[in-house]
């Protein structure tokens, strides 16, 4: 994973996340050719890595073969897209498509004298003239191009999840696309590059940016027929592909922070009765009983005896229900990525009479808002609002272990004293990473109104990395107050993690007096804590090893 530095800017008027800085790949490419880029250029591609993270290979499963957009699950994303589990349309599904297409080629025959969207019309402010016979055979010999924007690309597991969610309408039959062309489209998750396709400057009405960038080589690939340049660029393949990518995702770093935490608990060796099971009589949501579960679980057998008749400070106590709202978030986010990724998303929609008939309809073809997914920007801001909320508490954690005088003794201005000035920084930033993806000020015509799903993604990728540092902090600094009482150990089950940790950032015998400068040993571990977050996402839950930090091997 590569290393993002400070490249958000703080101001009160920024609302989201700036672009990172230029792509190593892409500064790279012009030291190496001595000039920059100028005058017509194609689509620039990068290779597809076989590494999850560094040190952390794909692991592909046996090949999967789809059969319908339902098929679509969460799992099966995570086993293609980030794994490169080879995948293909059954045969069966193939001819069902064209079949699918036929009807609909017939129905637009036995319709002249229909206008659609795209298809026997202009796009865009152009819909109200006809597409000429020259027109149209442009189009199918070049595409729409569409593909306007530029800056920091997008890593190329959402780019591979950008093309699998692309076929969700294709495998429905309401895309109207051939059986060639859905091929076609899955044939490129076998590919070793693809297009660079950028995470910036996405402001249209739909993902006609993004996806004319990602299929502008198509029409030259293979030959199109009608409909199809609206196809491949028209829907909110994007969108769901970034939704499913947070929401996989998520499953590392809420369990890495949950760890945490359980770990600075006991280094604060807080009461057990703040998370004892007769609270799971009083508190009746399951998210929060799991909660105390969870935390109970990972302090089970800790060495250290925990204080008795005396509250733990504030935060300690409200761990477990922040913990509870984020796992339902979580939950709520897991449900809208797998509803979205299922979805037929495509503008012009076509509706065959086997499908219309179950809504007691006639077939027909539609100009819709299937490029726009609401849901799919909304779900990332809840998750926003809850990992703002879990670094919050770290940070506070911070602030509790440099003013206990039992978990800290004897600790100076110094070294991990310093630790709140750290903290406080990448804490603040959550502020504006947790604002609101709000739907922007309308554009003039038909391209009016916006979807900041783009921004929407790139304020969760940064909080992630946000998280991971806070809880680099925090594990450090229960390190060393474990290690200041004179014992080395946790609970059995947190051991293993406390010893990682260690590997990276060594103990400070702060009673001797001994000091080091610790920044590049955080920056390690901080790195690691990200890196193993997203390797755990990536296994499959059943193979997943007890700990975040256990999943890459030293």
């Known amino acids: 994973m590569s290393v993002s530095r400070r490249s958000f800017l703080k101001s009160s008027a920024l609302l989201s996340s700036l672009p990172l800085a230029a792509s190593a790949a892409h500064a790279a490419e012009t030291a190496a050719s001595g000039s920059r880029q100028v005058g017509p250029a194609p689509v620039r591609t990068t290779p597809v890595s076989d590494y999850i993270v560094n040190g952390f290979k794909v692991n592909p499963s046996a090949p999967i073969v789809l059969k319908g957009r339902r098929d679509l699950t969460l799992d099966v994303y995570r086993k293609v897209v980030w794994n490169h589990t080879p995948v293909s349309v059954d045969p069966a599904t193939l001819k069902q498509i064209d079949a699918w297409r036929k009807e609909f080629l017939d129905f637009l025959a036995v319709h002249p004298e229909l206008n659609v969207y795209g298809v026997n019309i202009k796009p865009g402010d152009a819909h109200k003239q006809r597409l000429t016979k020259e027109e149209l055979k442009q189009n199918l010999a070049q595409g729409l191009n569409t593909g306007i924007s530029f800056g920091e690309p997008l890593p190329n597991r959402v780019v591979r999840g950008i093309i699998l969610a692309r076929t969700s309408g294709m495998l429905g039959g309401n895309s109207a696309s051939s059986a060639a062309l859905t091929s076609h489209i899955i044939g490129m998750l076998g590919r070793k590059e693809l297009p660079v396709v950028p995470r910036e400057g996405q402001g249209g ?9 990602l299929f502008d080589n198509i029409p030259r690939e293979i030959q199109l027929g009608l409909k199809e ?4 660029i028209n829907g909110h393949p994007t969108a769901t592909a970034l939704c499913v990518d947070l929401a996989l995702r998520s499953d590392g770093i809420i369990k890495l922070t949950e760890q945490v935490l359980a770990l600075a608990i006991d280094g604060l060796t807080a009461p057990s009765e703040h998370f004892g099971v007769q609270l799971e009589v009083c508190w009746d949501d399951p998210d929060e009983q799991k909660a105390l579960q969870n935390i109970r679980a990972y302090l089970k057998d800790a060495p250290v005896p925990r204080r008795q008749n005396v509250q733990a400070r504030v935060t300690v106590r409200d761990i477990p229900l922040i913990l509870a709202a984020a796992y339902k978030a979580q939950r709520n986010l897991k449900q809208i990525a797998q509803t979205v990724l299922q979805s037929s998303h495509d503008n012009p929609l076509w509706i065959p009479k086997d499908q219309a008939a179950k809504v007691g309809a006639e077939p027909y073809v539609c100009s819709n808002a299937s490029y726009h997914s609401q849901i799919a920007m909304n779900a990332p801001d809840e998750i926003a609002r809850n990992y703002a909320d879990l670094a919050t508490v770290l940070y506070s954690l911070v602030q509790c272990y440099y003013s206990d005088p039992v978990a800290m003794p004897g600790l100076d201005n110094l070294i991990y004293g310093n630790m709140q000035m750290n903290a406080s920084d990448w804490q603040d930033e959550t502020r504006m990473l947790a604002q609101p993806s709000l739907l922007p000020p309308p554009q003039f015509g038909q391209n009016d109104l916006c979807s900041p799903y783009m921004r929407a993604w790139n304020k969760v990728d940064r909080l992630e990395r946000v998280l991971a540092a806070l809880n680099a902090q925090v594990a450090c600094m229960a390190s060393e107050s474990i290690y200041i009482r004179g014992d080395l150990k946790t609970s059995p089950a947190l051991q293993p993690m406390l010893d990682i940790i260690r590997k990276f ?26 890196d193993s977050a997203m390797a755990y996402s990536s296994v499959d839950p059943e193979k997943r090893p007890q700990l975040v930090l256990q999943t890459i091997k030293f």
Not at 205 to 213: I, M, N, Q
Not at 507 to 512: C, F, L, R, S, Y
């Open 205 to 213: 009405a739909g993902e006609v940016c993004p996806l004319g960038t």
């Open 229 to 232: 340049p609206m196809t491949i």
């Open 505 to 530: 950032t060594p103990p400070i015998d702060i009673a001797k007096g001994d000091r080091r400068t610790i920044s590049t040993e955080l920056d390690g571990l901080y790195n690691f804590m990200a």
